[in-house]
C-alpha cells in the first residue's frame, strides 16, 4: 500500500496510479508497515539479518579512508572502470582462491553490493513470464530484485542437506532443455532456511544444470561465516560456467556496499553494459577503502571475532529455543551464518501471528515471505541470530515463545483426543 | 469552511491493507468535497494526534478487530468525538456473530443452524472429543467453519468431510479465539446494505457474488477477477424484496445506526439464510457497499459525504 506514515498521520502516495506496470510484482511487505505502526522501544528483532558492524575497528577503516584520499585522492574522487579497480579485483581473486576456486582478477565486476550482482543478472537474463527456478524458501531481497524483471518463479524444495536434487530433476524434465533462464541457489547458510548443500548435492545440481543447458547463479554471502564443521567448495570451484556472487557485506562492511560477480566473459560483457547504465561504475572511494583494509592482515582477526560473536549467539538462540519453544516446533542448526528456520504445526500461521508478536514486543520475518507466492511457508518462520544481543535474544526467544504457547495448547487438546489432521499427525515430535 | 473530518484506517488487524485502500479512497473523496481532512493511523500516538488536531467528526475506515468491534466507538465516545457507523453496542454484538445470529434466531429471522466453540473448551474441557458430534448438530455436511469475530473470511474454511474438520478449527482458532461451526447453504452469496441517515432504514440494491473459485474467501473479495458480481442480485422480485426487508430487520434488530451490510445466502429454492452483519463495510475499489449504492445512483463521492455527515448532523 502506497503510504508513508509520521506518527499517527497517513500519508498518501499521491503519484499513485502513475507508475509501470513492472513495479506492482515488487511488494514492501506487510510485515514492515507492521513495524512502522508498532513503534515499540523495547523490541526485540529477528527479522533483519544485519551485520554486528560495531566489531568492526573504526581506526581500521579510517586508516583505510585516509590513505584512500592522502595517497589516491584523484584516483578516490573520480569515475573509474565499470568493471572496477584492478587492485580490489586482485584481492577478490585471493580469497576466492581462498575458498578454492580459481578465479582471474579479470573474470571479476565489482558491483555495489551482491544485490546489484542480482539485479544486473536478471536484466540480463529475464524477458516478462521467463521461468526461473531458485530454492523454496529462498532470499528475499532476490525474489524482490527478480520480480520487477517479472519471471515465473519454480521453487525446489530442501531439506538439512539443501536443495532436493530429485525434485530440480523433475522440475527440469517438465520444463525441457534450456526451460529456465537460471537457477538461483545460495548454498552455504542459505537464507532464510540456514542449511548447507551437501558436496554429493552440489554435483549433481551441476550435472543437471549441464544436461538441461541452464546457467547456475551461486549466491554466496555467508560462505566465510563457518562455525564449525569443515568447509565445502563452492559450486563455482566445481564448474567455471557458475555465475558466483560475492559480498564484504558480510566480511567487511555493508555500508560500503561493495560485492562481486564472477561470471563467464560472454555473460560478463553483457553485464558490464548493464551496469554501465546502471552507474557507469562503482564508487572509487569505496573500492580504494577496501583495498586498503584487505592489504594487511588485520581484517582476518576481525572476521574471526566476528564469526566467534555470531556462533556465541547462535548457541544462546539454540539453547534458548529449546529451554523455551514448544515440543511442536523443529528447527534448523545452522553452521554458519545469520539465520534459523523454525517449522511449526501446519495449522499455524506466523504471517497471522505477527501482530500479536509485535505486541508482545518481538519480530521475526513469516516464512511466506520468502516464496513468491506469499503463501507456502505460513507456518514457518525466519530468526535472525546476528544481530540482537545474547540478552536480549534469550528475551525475545522467551517472549516468542509465549506467542505461540498459546496456541499450541490447542493444537495438544486436539492431538490428546487423537483429532490432529492427518499430516500432523503423521509428524514426528522430534526437534531437528 | 467545511469540516475537518479525520479518517482513521490501516490499525493492527489482519485486514489493515483493506483498510488503508477502504481509508484512502474515502481521504479522496472528503478531499475532492473540500473537507479538511486527516487520515489517520492507529497507533501509539492517536490519542494526541486527535486532541491536538480536534475534528469535527471521525471518519472510521477500519476494518476488523478494534476497528469493527466496538474499541474505537468507545474510545471515540469519551473523547467526545462523534463518528460514523454504528455505535458501541451494536458493533459489539454484529462483531460477535455467535451472538449475533441467537438475537436473529429468537426475532424469526432466519439464519443458517450452528454451534460456537471457544478454544478454552478445547484446552481445557476436551471438547475435541466431541468432534464426531459436531456435523450433525447443525444438520450434516457440508458446514462452513469461520472465527466468530473476524470479517472478511479470514480463516473461513468449507469442510465437506469428516476428516478436514480438524484441520479447519484449527485454522479458524488461528484467527480467533471462538469458531462458528455452521450448516453449509449452497446457493447465491448475497449482500445487502443498509443506509439509515436519519430518515429511515433503507436498504440498498442486493449485490450477488459468484466467485470463481467456489468460495468466497479473502483473496475472492480482494482479487479484481476473481469474483464475478451482479448489481442488482439475480433475483427474482419477490425475494429481491425480501432479502431487503431482512436486511433492514438486521440492522434494527442489531441497534446499527447510519450504515451496515448484512451478508446472505438464498437457496436455490429463494430462501434466505442471514449469515452475518458487518458494521464498517469495505470501501476498496471491490467493495459490495460503493456498488450496491452506484446501483441506487448514489455515486462514491455521494455515498461518502453523507455517511460522513451522519454524525455532524446527530450533534445539531
Redesign the interface.
Known sequence: ???L?S??????DRWDGRYARRMEGVRSS?TR??FA???QSDMVSFAGGMPDIARVPNELVLAAAREAILDHGAEALQYGSSEGREPLRRIISGLMAEIGARVRPDDVVVTAGAQQGLDLLAKVFLDPGDVIITEGPTYLGALQAFSAYQPRVVCVPMDERGMLTDVLEQRLRELGPQGAKFIYTIPNFQNPRGVTMAPERRRRLLELAREYDIPVIEDDPYGRLRFEGGHMRPLRALDEDVVYLGTFSKIFAPGLRLGWVVAPSAIRRKLLLAKQAADLCGSSYAQLTAEGYFSGTSWRRVLRHLVTAYAARRDVMLAALAEYFPAEARWSMPEGGFFLWVEL?????LG??L?EA??HGVTYVPGSAFYPDGRTGRNCMRLAFCYASPDEIREGVRRLAEVLED?L???R??A??D????Q?ADREDVRA | MKEKIAVLMGGLSLEREISLQSGKRVTEALTNLGYRVVPLDLTPDLVSTLRSERPDAVYIALHGKYGEDGTVQELLEFLGIPYTGPGVLASTLAWDKGISKRLMRASGIPTPPWVTLTADAFKHMGAASALDLLADAVGGLPVAVKPAQQGSALGLTRVADDDALSEALLTAFSCGQTVLIERWIEGASIAVSVLDLGDGVTALPPVEMQPKSGLFDFSAMYTPGETDYYVPARLDAAVTAQVGRLAERVHTLLGCRHVSRIDMVVSPDGMPYVLECNTSPGMTETSLLPMAAQAAGIGFQELVELLACAPLHELE
Open positions: 500500500m502506497v503510504v506514515m506518527g499517527a498521520r497517513i500519508v498518501f506487510a508497515d507492521l505502526a508498532a513503534g504445526p501446519s495449522f499455524l500461521d497471522a501471528l501482530p509485535v505486541e496456541r495448547e490447542l493444537y487438546a486436539f490428546a483426543a483429532a490432529l489432521p492427518p500432523d
